[in-house]
């Protein structure tokens, strides 16, 4: 895999969430206390390493001369972080409604 391939994919969702599961398994094995933050903390870094993977890849393949940069292939790299993000939050959701003891189905009573 070339660093035009690799970049190229790394504009993606698939390749965002890769790169995110990395660097997630790297800060807790690592970074002191990053495991013992609070959930809120974990998916706001999450969220920022999501939408800056994608958007740097773009911007590097674009200073490689490998593809010119446009609104167009920015809005791209950030629906492919938005994507990956929030797809992998799906995962938790359960675990957050429980959290908040069940509030979301009693606002829908009222």
């Known amino acids: 895999m070339s660093l035009t391939d690799f970049l190229t994919w790394a504009a ?5 969430n890769g790169i995110v599961g990395f660097f997630e398994s790297f800060a807790i094995e690592w970074i002191p206390g990053f495991d013992a ?3 809120k903390w974990k998916r706001l ?6 939408f800056a993977i994608p ?3 773009t911007v590097s ?7 010119p940069i446009s609104i167009d292939s920015v809005w791209v ?12 939050q799906l995962a938790h959701i ?3 409604v429980k959290r908040q003891g069940s509030s979301i189905t009693r606002r829908s009573r009222l």
């Open 55 to 57: 958007v740097l890849a």
């Open 12 to 16: 993606t969702s698939p390749g965002v």
């Open 37 to 39: 933050l609070e959930a």
């Open 61 to 67: 393949l674009w200073a490689l001369g490998a593809r």
């Open 77 to 88: 790299a950030l629906t492919a972080g938005f994507s990956a993000f929030f797809g992998s």
């Open 45 to 50: 870094t999450t969220m920022l390493i999501s």
């Open 94 to 96: 359960r675990q957050l």
